[in-house]
């Protein structure tokens, strides 16, 4: 069944452009729609804002063909059958998702309806927003056999968004009519059905036309809560794998060697068990508070997800004494810094460990020299260079003559650098690495002192005792 469905996307932030240009990658025709006049504007001119693997390329082959950038909502509504509401649900003082720019663009597509439409969730919203929506669209006068509300979260991770979407584990969407449930089936078709992945110009992947991605049908309540439980279950994991580094570094154990034990184990599996300085990201911190603040209104005490904040809060604070055992005084001492986005592969700094260090460590009396591949322009924006803080070509400019590097993001690029070259460079051979990238065992034969995150460090029993004598 090869059917071309027109589809518009409302917004065009990390989720709204990959689904737009990717819904156009498997066949439908999509109107972007944005309110950004300048965005939309950049975009017509294929100028993308973000980092993403791929994106660039779609874009070009379909950038005002199948894919077109509009600023009016009203004539997209009209024209499109399906609608995905992809704009942004940010984290409100309370911890719950800031819905308002859901239920502003719910209202403007109501008062564009006149024939059947599927408006569908595709931002991250919290279970019962689905019976929102609908309230407020029959509010705006609309009636209720001219629409459905189905909900499709997107399970896609910042720098790999096209090949998550295009090779998703799952696509899951949640339905209360057969009519919604039978268009978003013909709008996934393609991927689901294998068809997409035998065209010669598919994205490479996973997937294939023998095993293409699965689609899982759900009820609308059931969808949004695989979106929270999901980032919840894998910040959880992350957190646990801290906790665990934290004891390994007390007994002396290596926790990369415990990771491994633990995630060859087939019901847990090794992925997102990765020791470091904790999760950041615009979603992570966002949907955990979320998703326990839904609970906590539904008379649920999530205080498991209170823990896993609480845990990814502290691992920052031990790193920032791991940093200090390693220094004993802060004031004036030059820090190289590798690393400002939130995780390798993305420019994107929202809620990055890095960039709180950072902040700590000026407020210190630190010079910092810090370099990040993709992030420094953004970075810029919040912690503008001054007398203190200087931003980097490369990462041996960022290290010279410094006092120590740390490195707070797992960027391929660093886990290749010349230690060699990195050991003259440096005024001291000290090395603060808070996403285990490389061997302590290397690092020592290099001559390095090499502090890590749960595995014995070159100088560990030296700074160990150190950290418990810290306040
Ligand atoms: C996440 C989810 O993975 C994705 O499915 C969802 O749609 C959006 O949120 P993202 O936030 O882009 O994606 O990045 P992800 O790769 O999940 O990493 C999140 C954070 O966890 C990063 O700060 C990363 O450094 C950290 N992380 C990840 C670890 O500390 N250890 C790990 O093993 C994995």
């Not at 979260?153 to 919604?180: K, N, Q």
């Not at 065209?199 to 695989?226: C, D, H, M």
């Not at 801290?242 to 990771?259: F, L, P």
């Not at 502090?451 to 030296?462: D, E, V």
Request: aromatic fraction near 8%; charge should be negative.
């Amino acid at each position: 069944m090869n059917e071309q469905i027109t589809i518009a996307v409302v917004g065009s932030g990390y989720v709204g452009l990959v689904a737009a240009v990717c819904f156009a990658e498997i066949g439908h025709r999509v109107i972007c729609v944005d309110n950004d006049e300048s965005k939309i504007a950049q975009l017509r001119d294929g100028k993308i804002p973000i980092h993403e693997e791929y994106l660039p390329e779609l874009l070009d082959r379909h950038r005002n063909t199948s894919v077109e950038f509009s600023t009016d909502l009203h004539s997209a509504t009209q024209r499109a059958q399906v609608i995905f509401v992809a704009v942004g649900t940010p984290q409100s003082q309370t911890g719950s998702a800031d819905l308002s720019y859901v239920d502003a663009v719910a209202s403007q597509i109501a008062r564009s309806i006149t024939e059947y439409k599927v408006i569908v969730e595709k931002s991250t919203v919290p279970v019962y927003t689905n019976e929102w929506i609908t309230r407020v669209i029959e509010r705006n006068g609309v009636p209720r056999e001219l629409f459905d509300v189905a909900s499709n979260p997107e399970f896609l991770r910042e720098g790999t968004a096209v090949v998550d979407f295009l090779h998703a584990d799952r696509v899951v969407i949640g339905v209360d009519s057969e009519r919604a449930g039978n268009l978003l089936r013909a709008v996934y078709e393609p991927l689901n059905s294998g068809r997409y992945y035998q065209s010669v110009n598919a994205v490479p992947g996973e997937r294939s036309a023998t095993e293409p991605s699965p689609l899982l049908q759900t009820s609308t309540k059931a969808a949004e809560l695989i979106k929270h439980a999901s980032n919840a279950f894998l910040a959880m994991k992350i957190s646990f794998i801290n906790v665990v580094s934290n004891i390994c570094e007390a007994v002396g154990a290596d926790v990369e060697q415990v990771s491994k034990g633990i995630g060859s184990d087939g019901r847990i599996g090794p992925k997102f068990l990765k020791a470091g300085i904790g999760y950041g990201g615009s979603c992570f911190p966002k949907d955990v508070a979320a998703f326990r603040y839904v609970a906590e209104q539904i008379g649920v005490d999530f205080g498991l997800l209170r823990e896993v904040e609480k845990i990814n809060t502290e691992q920052r604070k031990r790193f920032f004494r791991k940093v200090r055992s390693a220094l004993w005084t802060f004031r004036g001492k030059k820090l190289g810094v590798l690393g400002l986005a939130f995780k390798g592969g993305t420019d994107d700094i929202r809620e990055s460990p890095a960039i709180d260090l950072i902040a700590d460590l000026l407020n210190e009396g630190c010079f910092i020299s810090a370099y990040d591949p993709f992030a420094i322009e953004r970075t810029k924006k919040v912690l503008p260079p001054s007398g203190a803080l200087s931003y980097a070509k490369d990462a041996y400019e960022a290290a010279s003559d410094a006092d120590a590097l740390l490195i707070l993001t797992d960027w391929q690029e660093f886990s290749e650098i010349d230690l060699d070259r990195l050991h003259y460079t440096l005024r001291y051979p000290v090395v603060i690495d808070g996403r285990n990238l490389f061997d302590p065992a290397t690092m020592a034969v290099k001559g390095f002192t090499y502090l890590s995150i749960g595995r014995p460090g070159t100088a560990h029993q030296r700074d160990s005792a150190l950290l418990q004598k810290l306040p």
